[in-house]
């Protein structure tokens, strides 16, 4: 699978001079580099039974997608976790933000496991804490505070959702934005959204669901004073956008879709509402990870996809759907780099410590953060619709 007559830059050969640093498009993953850990990883799983249970979150790597008990998006795979009570070491193939939901939703006893702990979230890292609640000082500063209501994605740290928890907020997920969003509005006569770390999702869902303008949006930048706002343009604002982005969906640009729609009538866009507005706006059809992959199972055979979400996934489908023609929207391969983290080595290193009786790399909540954080979740929870998937 590869994007159609589109030059790609061959492993290890070339730079992308667009890319974010840190997350230059290296080309192809290459094979695992020692077949026998395919055997050490069988046998350590074996050897662990039903005190295991090993999460697969749908971008991660094939080699490491065979030995997942359950696949999945965040939420959906630390609710899987926590109906599983049983087991005794959840091994969570993802990145250190979902490990951490699934360390708040899990029991006590159990413990999560995230094979590598480099493997990140750069969209995550955008939102700190202390910038949040900076954010939140100069907000009442400007006059604004007690008319906002604090909405994170779930793709955002512990202590975010926390904070969110404590002032007031929700969670969402990117399937039920539009939900969450309808329940802030909700909470105050006069309510203003912060949303944070994903400004694209933001929008995206406030201006295509929502029926806010683009100018009812504004952009707050941490790293500038004041977030780069006035407090005029705050108080006319009805949307407070954290300025953040994901790496891998912030790639994908419209002039790749005008070249593809040029080349191939019939072809359909199918993206990711992390994308930004102008890709959306280009695209046939927009949704979460899950509605991907929906709607390529209901796809008709023949059919011609380009999709703009994470390579690992997009590979997956086109070999799962032979009978479709399934591209990738973009002209570098590039995949999730942080996610990309969890590889053979580390999950067999992982696991073969359990059968041991060494606990690496534990994933842990403090207290007092776990407990506002369920309270934003449950929030999530409570609302009508898709409250459950990403």
């Known amino acids: ?6 030059p790609l830059l061959p492993l290890g050969k070339g730079r992308d001079l667009t890319s974010e640093r840190g997350v230059e498009c290296p080309g192809d993953l290459p094979a695992a580099s020692d077949p026998d850990l395919v055997a050490r990883a069988r046998a350590a799983k074996e050897a662990l039974g039903e005190r295991v249970f090993v999460l697969g979150h ?3 790597r094939d080699e490491v997608i065979e030995f997942a008990d359950v696949t999945g ?3 959906k ?3 899987d976790a926590a109906g599983r009570p049983d087991a005794e070491f959840i091994v969570f193939c993802g990145v250190h933000f979902m ?3 699934a360390d708040i939703l899990t029991a006590d006893s159990q413990k999560v496991i995230l094979p590598d702990l480099a493997a990140g979230c750069s969209m995550a890292d955008m939102a700190r804490l202390g910038q949040v609640e900076d954010a939140w000082d100069a907000m009442a500063d400007a006059g604004v505070q007690d008319s906002i209501v604090p909405v994170t994605y779930m793709n955002s740290s512990a202590d975010i959702k926390a904070f969110c928890g404590r002032n007031g907020g929700v969670v969402c997920t990117s399937s039920n934005a539009d939900v969450a969003l309808e329940w802030a509005l909700e909470q105050k006569p006069d309510a203003k959204i912060l949303f944070f770390p994903d400004q694209h999702l933001g929008r995206n869902t406030a201006v295509l669901k929502m029926g806010f303008s683009l100018d009812d949006c504004v952009v707050w930048d941490p790293l500038q004073p004041g977030g780069g706002l006035t407090s005029e343009e705050l108080q006319s604002a009805r949307m407070i956008l954290w300025k953040g982005h994901c ?9 790749v879709i005008d070249a593809l729609r040029a080349k191939h009538e019939g072809i359909n866009i199918l993206v990711h509402p992390e994308c ?4 959306v706006l280009k695209a046939d059809l927009v949704g ?8 390529i199972e209901a796809a008709e055979p023949g059919t011609t996809w380009a999709i703009g979400t994470e390579l690992n996934l997009v590979k997956r489908l086109a070999d799962a759907h032979p009978d479709k023609n399934i591209v990738f929207l973009d002209r570098n391969v590039c995949y999730c780099s942080t996610m990309n983290r969890i590889d053979l080595p580390h999950f067999v290193w992982a696991m073969e410590s359990l059968v041991a009786g060494q606990v690496v790399n534990q994933i842990t909540v403090d207290e007092a953060t776990e407990q506002h954080a369920l309270v934003a979740l449950q929030r999530m929870l409570d609302l009508p619709g898709k409250s459950h998937r990403d």
């Open 77 to 79: 795979l630390a609710r």
């Open 58 to 60: 749908h971008y991660q």
């Open 276 to 279: 930004t507005h102008e890709v």
């Open 73 to 75: 998006d965040s939420f």
């Open 99 to 101: 490990a951490e939901s």
């Open 288 to 295: 979460s990870t899950e509605f991907i992959i929906k709607t």
């Open 1 to 6: 699978m590869t994007t159609i007559d589109l």
């Open 247 to 255: 790496s891998v969906h912030g790639r994908f640009t419209p002039e």
